[in-house]
């Protein structure tokens, strides 16, 4: 059964960092995409990033030199780094799989439950 359980979440103020986890069950890294995604409420789901089965990675314009995407395939674990957090980051934020890396949300297959980032003074 695929799973992906997302955490890591929670407020922080202005210029934090947060470090957010996707840990996968079910299939293994090797063969999926992992991408993140936000959606933060009254706008649309927003692709943030992504990392193919091969490593390569995609971020949006928005979190580039900020968030850094990377993967432990021996835990099956994702990671987005968060660093100088700003308040439009605010979102809940879900990491979702697929076979072929994109940063179309209709293409995963599978997503997590999702988890809060607040960035507030």
């Known amino acids: 059964q695929v799973q992906l359980v997302e955490s890591g979440g929670g407020h922080v103020q202005p210029g934090g960092s947060l470090r957010l986890s996707c840990a996968a069950s079910?299939?293994?890294?090797?063969?999926?995409?992992i991408g993140w995604f936000r959606q933060a409420p009254g706008k649309e789901r927003e692709g943030v990033s992504c990392?193919?089965?091969?490593?390569?990675?995609y971020y949006a314009d928005s979190v580039k030199g900020r968030f850094t995407i990377s993967r432990d395939i021996s835990k099956n674990i994702v990671y987005l780094q968060m660093n100088s957090l700003k308040p439009e980051d605010t979102a809940v934020y879900h990491c979702?799989?697929?076979?072929?890396?994109?940063?179309?949300?209709?293409?995963?297959?599978?997503w997590g439950q999702g988890t809060q980032v607040t960035v507030s003074s």
């Open positions: 990392i193919s089965s091969t490593g390569s990675t």
């Open positions: 079910g299939f293994t890294l090797d063969y999926y995409a």
């Open positions: 979702a799989a697929t076979k072929l890396a994109t940063n179309n949300p209709s293409n995963y297959d599978y």
